[in-house]
Nanobody, 117 residues
């Protein structure tokens, strides 16, 4: 079992920044990939950014150049720095941990990000 706790969501103006954090606990030594997903009402959950245990990152085209995912293994934390926010970034953001054999892995409770003037 892995527990994930997100923080850092909130309200930002267009062009502003927010930083999301996800603290992991439990059987974290097996984690192969950590990711941030987002979901808006009526749509499926989409991958925003992911980072492997080897430090390889992957981003959705819509956030490339604006968002940065990073990990701090000493603090068991994965962060998502979101810059130049747009109204279309508004969503509930979820942290996800995956490993071989875990299926879709484990999810955090989600944190709301709203970008509005």
């Amino acid at each position: 079992q892995v527990q994930l706790v997100e923080s850092g969501g909130g309200l930002a103006q267009p062009g502003g920044s927010l930083r999301l954090s996800c603290v992991t606990s439990g059987s974290i030594f097996n984690i192969a990939t950590m990711g941030w997903y987002r979901q808006v009402p009526g749509k499926g959950r989409e991958l925003v950014a992911a980072i492997t245990s080897g430090g390889i990152t992957n981003y959705a085209d819509s956030v490339k150049g604006r968002f940065t995912i990073s990990s701090d293994n000493a603090k068991n934390t994965v962060s998502l720095q979101m810059n130049t926010l747009k109204p279309e970034d508004t969503a509930v953001y979820y942290c996800n941990a995956r490993a071989p054999g875990w299926g879709n892995g484990f999810w955090g409770q989600g944190t709301q990000v709203t970008v509005s003037s």
